[in-house]
C-alpha cells in the first residue's frame, strides 16, 4: 500500500515528515512530493520539487526568477496532478495526502482533482474551515481543518496530522467491499423542487434494470456528472434540473460553468434533457442578494437559500441556450417541456407561477431548437407522473437503439 504525500518541504517540511513517519510506523509505504518552489527541502523526497516542475513544462530555477509566487503555485498545481495520475496509473498510488496552507491546498488538491472518484483523497488544510468549492470542485476530497496554523509540531498539530495520516491508513488498507455494478448507468440531476419527478424517473429506470446515481444540481453536481460522462462511467444523462444555467446567465451562486450540457452530446450519450427549476436563481442567506435585484420576486427555501424568480426576458435567452447546446449533440437527444410548470412551486397558485415567463422559454426552446433534437411537450408540470414517464422511458429507448440498455429487465 502506497500513500502520496504532497507538499512544499521547504516551508512544511517537519510536518510532512511527520505524517510520513506516521504511515509508515503502520506498515504503509510513503511516497513524498515536493511541491516546494523556492527553498531545499530538509529531506531528499521521492519525486523532486524538480521533477514536479518539469511535468509542468517548466523548470523550478525558471519559477524562482519569475518570482511570481501565483504563477509557481498553478504551475507546480498542473505538474502535481500529472506526476499523481502516472503514479496511479503505475499502481504506486493508492491514496494521496496534503497538508499546508493556501499555497499547498492549491497544488495538493490539484492533483487531487486529477484522480478517480474513489482513490482516497485528503487534504489538512488552514482553509478547510472556509468557502472550499475551489479546493474540492467536483471530486471527493476531503478536508480536515488543521485549527493551527501548519507551522511547526506541537501537541494539537500532532493530534491532527497524526489523525489525518490514521485515516488515511484506514483508507488503502481496508476493502469496502463495494460490488461494482455492470448494468448500464444512468446520470440524474435533481432540485428539492423536481424530487418527485427523479423519484419516479429513477424508480421506472431501476426497474427497467439500469442503475441511476442522482447528483444535486447546485454547479458542483452537474459538473461532477458531466465529468463521469467523459470518463465513461455514466452511460446515458436524464437531465431533469437544468436549473444551473439560470444561475449562470443572471449570476446566481449555483452556476456550473459555461460548458454545463456539453459532455453527453460531445461524447455521444445518450441524453433526455427537461427545463426543471429554470424559474428560479439561487443565493444565500436573504440579506446576502446583491443589491442590484432588490424589487424582483423571491422566495426564502430556507434560512440559507433564497430562490429569485426569472423574468420572461432571462427565460428567452435561457431557451435559446439549451436548444444550441442541445442542437450540438452527436448522440441521441430529446427535450421533454412540461408546460403546466417547470419546478414544485411554477404550478397555479405557487409563488413563482408566471405563465408568461414560461411562455418565453418555450417558445424559445421551439424556435430555436434543430429537428435532430426530438421535442416532447406536455401539458402537465415537471412533477407529474406522465412527465417522469416520458421521460424515462424516452431514455430507454435511446439506449435501447444504441446498444446501451441492459442486457434484461430487472
Given at each position: 500500500?502506497?500513500?502520496?504525500?504532497?507538499?512544499?518541504?521547504?516551508?512544511?517540511?517537519?510536518?510532512?515528515?511527520?505524517?510520513?513517519?506516521?504511515?509508515?510506523?503502520?506498515?504503509?509505504?510513503?511516497?513524498v512530493?515536493?511541491?516546494?518552489?523556492?527553498?531545499?527541502?530538509?529531506?531528499?523526497?521521492?519525486?523532486?520539487?524538480?521533477?514536479?516542475?518539469?511535468?509542468?513544462?517548466?523548470?523550478?530555477?525558471?519559477?524562482?526568477?519569475?518570482?511570481?509566487?501565483?504563477?509557481?503555485?498553478?504551475?507546480?498545481?498542473?505538474?502535481?496532478?500529472?506526476?499523481?495520475?502516472?503514479?496511479?496509473?503505475?499502481?504506486?498510488?493508492?491514496?494521496?495526502?496534503?497538508?499546508?496552507?493556501?499555497?499547498?491546498?492549491?497544488?495538493?488538491?490539484?492533483?487531487?482533482?486529477?484522480?478517480?472518484?474513489?482513490?482516497?483523497?485528503?487534504?489538512?488544510?488552514?482553509?478547510?474551515?472556509?468557502?472550499?468549492?475551489?479546493?474540492?470542485?467536483?471530486?471527493?476530497?476531503?478536508?480536515?481543518?488543521?485549527?493551527?496554523?501548519?507551522?511547526?509540531?506541537?501537541?494539537?498539530?500532532?493530534?491532527?496530522?497524526?489523525?489525518?495520516?490514521?485515516?488515511?491508513?484506514?483508507?488503502?488498507?481496508?476493502?469496502?467491499?463495494?460490488?461494482?455494478?455492470?448494468?448500464?448507468?444512468?446520470?440524474?440531476?435533481?432540485?428539492?423542487?423536481?424530487?418527485?419527478?427523479?423519484?419516479?424517473?429513477?424508480?421506472?429506470l431501476?426497474?427497467?434494470?439500469?442503475?441511476?446515481?442522482?447528483?444535486?444540481?447546485?454547479?458542483?453536481?452537474?459538473?461532477?456528472?458531466?465529468?463521469?460522462?467523459?470518463?465513461?462511467?455514466?452511460?446515458g444523462?436524464?437531465?431533469?434540473?437544468?436549473?444551473?444555467?439560470?444561475?449562470?446567465?443572471?449570476?446566481?451562486?449555483?452556476?456550473?460553468?459555461?460548458?454545463?450540457?456539453?459532455?453527453a452530446?460531445?461524447?455521444?450519450?445518450?441524453?433526455?434533457?427537461?427545463?426543471?427549476?429554470?424559474?428560479?436563481v439561487?443565493?444565500g442567506?436573504?440579506?446576502?442578494?446583491?443589491e442590484?435585484?432588490?424589487?424582483?420576486?423571491?422566495?426564502?427555501?430556507?434560512?440559507?437559500?433564497?430562490?429569485?424568480?426569472?423574468?420572461?426576458?432571462?427565460?428567452?435567452?435561457?431557451g435559446?441556450?439549451?436548444?444550441?447546446?442541445?442542437?450540438?449533440?452527436?448522440?441521441?437527444?430529446?427535450?421533454?417541456?412540461?408546460?403546466?410548470?417547470?419546478?414544485?412551486?411554477?404550478?397555479?397558485?405557487?409563488?413563482?407561477?408566471?405563465?408568461?415567463?414560461?411562455?418565453?422559454?418555450?417558445?424559445a426552446?421551439?424556435?430555436?431548437?434543430?429537428?435532430?433534437?426530438?421535442?416532447?411537450?406536455?401539458?402537465?408540470?415537471?412533477?407529474?407522473?406522465?412527465?417522469?414517464?416520458?421521460?424515462?422511458?424516452?431514455?430507454?429507448?435511446?439506449?435501447?437503439?444504441?446498444?446501451?440498455?441492459p442486457?434484461?429487465?430487472?
Amino acid at each position: 500500500m502506497s500513500v502520496v504525500i504532497i507538499g512544499t518541504l521547504d516551508t512544511k517540511g517537519e510536518e510532512i515528515g511527520f505524517a510520513r513517519d506516521v504511515l509508515e510506523a503502520q506498515g504503509v509505504d510513503a511516497h513524498v512530493v515536493d511541491a516546494g518552489v523556492m527553498g531545499e527541502p530538509p529531506f531528499d523526497p521521492d519525486t523532486s520539487a524538480d521533477a514536479v516542475a518539469e511535468a509542468a513544462g517548466t523548470t523550478l530555477e525558471a519559477l524562482r526568477e519569475a518570482g511570481d509566487r501565483g504563477e509557481a503555485t498553478a504551475a507546480m498545481g498542473e505538474g502535481a496532478a500529472d506526476v499523481a495520475r502516472r503514479l496511479h496509473e503505475d499502481g504506486d498510488l493508492e491514496g494521496v495526502l496534503g497538508l499546508g496552507g493556501s499555497g499547498n491546498t492549491s497544488i495538493a488538491t490539484a492533483a487531487m482533482r486529477a484522480l478517480p472518484i474513489g482513490v482516497p483523497k485528503l487534504m489538512v488544510s488552514t482553509m478547510a474551515s472556509g468557502d472550499t468549492e475551489p479546493y474540492v470542485g467536483a471530486r471527493d476530497v476531503m478536508m480536515l481543518y488543521s485549527v493551527a496554523d501548519i507551522e511547526g509540531l506541537n501537541q494539537l498539530s500532532r493530534r491532527v496530522i497524526a489523525n489525518a495520516a490514521l485515516a488515511m491508513v484506514g483508507m488503502v488498507t481496508n476493502d469496502p467491499g463495494v460490488a461494482v455494478d455492470d448494468r448500464p448507468t444512468v446520470g440524474i440531476t435533481m432540485f428539492g423542487v423536481t424530487t418527485p419527478c427523479v423519484q419516479t424517473a429513477r424508480e421506472r429506470l431501476e426497474a427497467k434494470g439500469y442503475e441511476t446515481i442522482v447528483f444535486h444540481a447546485t454547479g458542483t453536481g452537474g459538473r461532477a456528472m458531466e465529468s463521469l460522462v467523459e470518463e465513461g462511467v455514466v452511460d446515458g444523462v436524464l437531465d431533469v434540473t437544468t436549473t444551473e444555467w439560470a444561475d449562470e446567465l443572471v449570476g446566481g451562486v449555483l452556476g456550473a460553468g459555461p460548458d454545463r450540457l456539453e459532455a453527453a452530446g460531445a461524447e455521444g450519450v445518450p441524453q433526455v434533457v427537461s427545463t426543471g427549476a429554470l424559474d428560479m436563481v439561487n443565493f444565500g442567506p436573504r440579506e446576502s442578494v446583491p443589491e442590484e435585484f432588490e424589487g424582483r420576486q423571491f422566495h426564502v427555501h430556507n434560512p440559507q437559500v433564497t430562490l429569485m424568480r426569472t423574468t420572461p426576458e432571462e427565460n428567452a435567452e435561457l431557451g435559446e441556450i439549451l436548444a444550441e447546446k442541445l442542437n450540438a449533440a452527436d448522440g441521441p437527444t430529446a427535450l421533454v417541456v412540461p408546460l403546466e410548470g417547470v419546478s414544485a412551486i411554477d404550478v397555479e397558485g405557487e409563488d413563482f407561477h408566471d405563465p408568461e415567463a414560461d411562455a418565453a422559454l418555450f417558445e424559445a426552446l421551439r424556435s430555436t431548437l434543430d429537428d435532430d433534437v426530438e421535442l416532447v411537450e406536455l401539458e402537465a408540470d415537471i412533477n407529474d407522473e406522465a412527465v417522469a414517464t416520458a421521460l424515462a422511458d424516452t431514455l430507454d429507448e435511446y439506449m435501447r437503439a444504441t446498444g446501451r440498455a441492459p442486457s434484461e429487465e430487472g
